[in-house]
């Protein structure tokens, strides 16, 4: 009896009955990615064989955000583990340094932009500030990638 089919609406699918791509966790991963690295919404679309207006949706779920913010969190620890190891080392000829740039050190050790990492983790507001800052400026996502790649002392 064709009158007792109903199509099934499915909360996290295509609305089709069909499961959505974002309900598998590795395509989450890879759509995160692609906006923490500062792909368009063109290059998403054609990367994931999906509408640009479907890119725009993707960026919004929760579970995008989610993985996103966690990719965010980790490079900035990452930077900022990194900046805390050059300044370590060029404090080992802390002689060698003016009374301004070390004065300059001690102020943000003690108050200014370098966070704490007592927990492991970069603060909320600095991870909404990056992103905020990907988002808005795809070119600083490569910059901050290339600064990541750089080998230490090089």
Known sequence: MADDYLPV?????????????????ETVKAVAECFVRGATREEMAEIFSIAKSTVTLWRRDPRV??????LIEDRVVR???????????????????TTKELLDI???YLGGQLRTQTEGQADADTINE?????????EFAIELGELLDKPRGG
């Open 9 to 25: 609406k499915n909360p996290h699918g295509t609305g089709d009955g069909r499961p959505g791509k974002l309900n598998d966790p």
């Open 79 to 97: 930077v900022t583990s990194r900046v805390d190891s050059e300044i370590e080392q060029r404090l080992a000829n802390a002689g060698e340094m």
């Open 65 to 70: 955000k989610a993985v996103a913010h966690k």
């Open 130 to 138: 990056a992103m905020n800052a990907i988002e808005s400026d795809p």
């Open 106 to 108: 001690r102020k943000e």
